[in-house]
């Protein structure tokens, strides 16, 4: 009786581990894909005025992603310690010269960086080292990148953002995009800025 009586016990624990198990996963996230909205995540307004001034942000603590004033926001997903994300530093730092030269593009399209694990001092140690002219923002206890289903770095996201902030998620993939130049033709093509479809 003492044996049924445990092994009631021990399948009525296995049960209850398993539900706790799957309620677990069911707060899991998930990347955002094609079509997507973005996670709503609040980062810190920048103390750094022409941040704050390229971002477009006015007043506030927290920010978030949509608020931008930008038709379209390419977020990248980095870590200071990434050695991926080091070697695509110039490249991305390209990226955002070509769009800032370019008159059709210039605020239209903007890019900033969360570094996932990275304290405030490790991303200004990441920002000065390969001279990162867009804003960068610390993820230290890895907020940000739970809710972005915890990618591997470097991770590139594009979102258009309309004029109610409303927003869609139109590019989505792990790793370096390649040449900046291509890539931006890319941007531009998926987010509907070439059709005039992004306002």
Same mark, same amino acid.
């Given at each position: +009786? ?8 021990? =399948? &009525? $624990?296995?049960?209850?581990?398993? &539900?706790?198990? &799957?309620?677990? @996963? ?6 955002? @894909? ?14 750094n005025e022409a941040e704050r001034d390229y971002l477009g942000i006015k007043g506030g603590q ?14 990248? $997903?980095?870590? +200071? ?14 990226? =955002? ?10 605020? %239209? ?20 080292? =390969? %001279? ?27 979102? %258009? ?6 927003? @869609?998620?139109? =590019? ?16 531009? @093509? &998926? ?9």
């Amino acid at each position: +009786m003492g044996h049924k009586k445990a092994g009631t016990v021990f =399948y &009525l $624990i296995a049960v209850v581990v398993s &539900l706790l198990f &799957l309620e677990a @996963q069911s707060f899991a996230f998930n990347t955002p @894909q094609n079509g997507d909205a973005l996670p709503d995540i609040s980062i810190p307004v920048p103390h750094n005025e022409a941040e704050r001034d390229y971002l477009g942000i006015k007043g506030g603590q927290f920010f978030q992603i949509p608020r931008i004033k930008a038709a379209v926001v390419i977020v990248e $997903i980095f870590s +200071m310690y990434c050695p991926h994300c080091q070697r695509e530093a110039p490249e991305v730092n390209r990226l =955002y010269t070509l769009i800032e030269n370019n008159p059709g593009l210039r605020g %239209k399209i903007k890019l900033i960086g969360l570094g996932t694990g990275n304290t405030t001092f490790e991303v200004e140690v990441f920002r000065k080292n =390969y %001279k990162v002219p867009f804003p960068l923002f610390a993820d230290e206890d890895f907020t940000f990148h739970e809710r972005f289903g915890e990618v591997r770095t470097p991770y590139f996201i594009g979102v %258009k953002i309309n004029s109610d902030q409303s927003h @869609q998620v139109f =590019y989505s993939r792990l790793g370096g995009f390649g040449g900046a130049e291509e890539f931006l033709k890319l941007v531009v @093509q &998926l987010s509907g800025l070439g059709k005039g479809g992004a306002q």
